[in-house]
């Protein structure tokens, strides 16, 4: 898995976005980044540890090419990168509430 900076992963993100759009999926994961490098220590032991801000590590892969990066919470142009290429998903059937009713009585 790549780290990058964040202007590269999102230049590498819409590269697999446009690699995929025929064939392909892109599977994004999100995940909360305190800055540690290291394991938590066990109990007994003193935690001298303060995390710094909200981050999130943010990670994407094809199947073939993984990248990721940390991004604070207050980047917008992730959202709306992710929000133009997600066309292809299918809708949700919503069956109404009254036919479930009508069911169980």
């Known amino acids: 898995m790549v780290l990058l900076e964040n202007d590269s992963f999102l230049t590498e993100l819409t590269r697999l976005f446009q690699k995929c759009r025929t ?6 994961t999100l995940k909360k980044y305190d800055g540690r490098t290291k394991p938590v220590p066990r109990k007994g032991h003193p935690v001298n540890y303060e995390p710094a801000d909200n981050k999130c590590l943010l990670r994407a892969s094809d199947g073939k090419k993984k990248i990721s990066t940390v991004v604070s ?10 929000r133009a290429h997600m066309d292809g998903l299918k809708k949700k059937d919503k069956k ?10």
């Open 96 to 105: 109404s509430k009254s036919k479930k009713t009508k069911a169980t009585q």
């Open 23 to 28: 064939s392909g999926s892109v599977a994004i």
């Open 73 to 82: 919470l207050q980047h917008h142009a992730y959202s709306n990168l992710l």
